[in-house]
């Protein structure tokens, strides 16, 4: 009862991030860029009626009003809430993930702790001068708090529930943001820290994206699965997915210049959300893959929904905050995952399962208890294929972007503190790496 209670948190934190990431969609470039809607009236002559008199044609002229609408774009105004979104939706799934690696047996433990070490580091808290310190001690003095608390859970106190350990890394957390509120040097040290995070979120949505991006054609097994009358399993999701397939070659080729058609094209965000969602499902159907890694239900479960809440809401905070650079690079990652784990996927499947498709059998049940294709395979490959479409679109455009994402960001918060010396720095290098 207690871990459906403490899922809630999780599964909130993965439906508001979904909804608010197109919410900054629709809105999107507002309200970071608006209009400015000028009207003038101006009084002109016209003529409103002709005669002829004798030899002359006489013209009557009448006044007439004339409106004139000018649209002006309104200075550009950084969109601090969603800063702050970002930043609270971050801390919250990262003290979660963090506690479900407390659970994990030890060699996974220290894998994941080490990672969550690196994630810290990325924060660049030393740029907050806590205490008036610039150097990495209070980056460290976090690390030590964190990893001895879930040191002594994994190896100690293993009893401990994962609600209470949850309890706890919470108020670690919420004690270190009081102490970054109250002794950083920087002004409004949490929205500082919102853009020094920019560069983990975005490693943090590109492994989400990774995990997700064979779900749609894992749901074309599923559905021919469950049909009540089971014929040309095969043939079906062989064409079934070289469509899909084609949609995705079209999409890369159209965000590349390559074709220019009026045609109607998948949108990238559609995509990921479309594979988040059936990723839920999905992620449980993997148990297989993880029995000696995670208990996929329901810490399993937390965790992909997590570090879902995690994705979509940056990806709503590059959005909402017009950082092209950022959503240029998650986009462009988007469609180069599909493509790749798309068609390793699809080989995997034919290399384990098609003597079943053909016998029209029930794939999905076994689909991650492969006979002769690994699963980690699948994984390897798939890598592989994604990070050749990296390196054919030249891989220092998304490294370069990712640069430039971060000092946007800290460009937004130097703007709305009215740091104009800082701002002009910051521009020239974010002027420096932006592609």
Not at 126 to 145: K, M, N, P, Q, W
Not at 354 to 363: E, F, I, R
Not at 366 to 386: D, E, K, S
Request: hydrophobic share 55%; glycine share 6%.
């Amino acid at each position: 009862m207690r871990l459906k209670i403490a899922g809630l948190v999780p599964a909130g934190l993965f439906v508001f991030a979904i909804g608010y990431m197109w919410l900054a969609y629709f809105q999107s470039p507002a309200p970071t860029f608006t209009w400015q809607y000028i009207q003038q009236q101006k009084l002109e002559e016209i003529p409103v009626h002709q005669f002829q008199f004798g030899a002359f044609e006489l013209t009557v002229l009448g006044d007439n009003y004339l409106i004139f609408e000018k649209l002006l774009g309104n200075p550009l105004t950084p969109n601090i809430t969603a800063h702050y979104i970002f930043i609270s939706v971050l801390v919250i799934s990262i003290v979660i993930l963090f506690t479900i690696i407390s659970l994990l047996k030890r060699f996974w433990y220290l894998i994941g702790t080490g990672l969550f070490i690196l994630l810290l580091v990325g924060m660049r808290f030393e740029l907050l001068s806590v205490f008036g310190l610039a150097d990495r001690t209070f980056t460290i003095g976090l690390i030590v708090v964190y990893v001895l608390t879930s040191f002594y859970f994994n190896s100690f106190r293993k009893d401990v529930s994962f609600l209470i350990r949850l309890i706890i890394f919470s108020l670690i957390t919420l004690a270190a943001g009081v102490i970054i509120q109250q002794y950083a040097e920087v002004p409004q040290p949490i929205l500082f820290l919102s853009a020094t995070s920019v560069t983990a979120a975005v490693i943090l949505c590109v492994l989400f994206i990774i995990l997700v991006s064979h779900e749609i054609i894992a749901s074309f097994v599923f559905v021919l699965s469950q049909g009540t009358q089971k014929t040309k399993s095969l043939n079906h999701f062989l064409i079934i997915s070289v469509i899909y397939m084609i949609n995705l070659v079209l999409v890369y080729a159209y965000k590349f210049n390559l074709i220019n058609w009026n045609f109607l094209y998948i949108d990238f965000f559609l995509l990921l959300t479309i594979s988040g969602l059936l990723g839920i499902w999905g992620f449980r159907q993997q148990q297989p893959q993880y029995d000696n890694v995670i208990q996929s239900d329901p810490f399993g479960v937390y965790f992909f929904l997590c570090l879902g809440a995690i994705a979509f809401t940056s990806i709503a905070y590059f959005i909402g905050t017009a950082n092209d650079p950022a959503v240029d690079t998650i986009s462009n990652l988007i469609i180069y995952c599909h493509m790749g784990y798309g068609l390793i996927f699809i080989t995997y499947v034919f290399s384990n399962f098609v003597a079943m498709l053909a016998a029209n059998m029930n794939v999905f049940r076994v689909l991650y208890q492969p006979n002769r294709m690994p699963f980690f395979t699948f994984r390897f490959a798939g890598l592989i294929a994604t990070l050749a479409f990296v390196f054919y679109q030249t891989w220092q455009v998304p490294v370069r972007n990712t640069s430039a994402a971060y000092y946007n960001a800290m460009g937004d918060v130097y703007l709305s503190q009215g740091n104009e010396k800082s701002l002009r720095v910051i521009s020239n290098m974010q002027e420096r790496w932006d592609l």
